[in-house]
Nanobody, 124 residues
Framework: QVQLVESGGGLVQAGGSLSLSCAAS????????MGWFRQAPGKEREFVAA????????YYADSVKGRFTISRDNAKNTVLLQMNSLKPEDTAVYYC?????????????????WGQGTQVTVSS
């Protein structure tokens, strides 16, 4: 089992940057693909970015491509989401998730473990 704890959320002005971190427990972190999702009030949870076990392949939602970067450090059991050029529409609760599957997925139902989420608010 993997426990995930996100941090780094907050309030930022449009055009600014934030870096989210997800710390994972356990010795099996390197066996999971990792993803970031977000959920705004009244909306469904949506895919943001994902990274495979080795960190060599990443996948982004079109809405964040070129602005967000996902990375991982298997030695430190962490996955990061660097968010630049933030927009008000990026406002949401951001969740880290772990997937035991061998391919990265944008579907939340394929992920096995979830963090509690961290709020990101972008003011205009």
């Amino acid at each position: 089992q993997v426990q995930l704890v996100e941090s780094g959320g907050g309030l930022v002005q449009a055009g600014g940057s934030l870096s989210l971190s997800c710390a994972a427990s356990g010795r099996t972190f390197r066996t999971y693909s990792m993803g970031w999702f977000r959920q705004a009030p009244g909306k469904e949870r949506e895919f943001v970015a994902a990274i495979i076990r080795t960190g060599t392949i990443t996948y982004y939602a079109d809405s964040v491509k070129g602005r967000f970067t996902i990375s991982r450090d298997n030695a430190k059991n962490t996955v990061l989401l660097q968010m630049n050029s933030l927009k008000p529409e990026d406002t949401a609760v951001y969740y880290c998730a772990a997937d035991r599957g061998v391919v990265i997925s944008r579907r939340p139902e394929t992920y096995d473990y979830w963090g509690q989420g961290t709020q990101v608010t972008v003011s205009s």
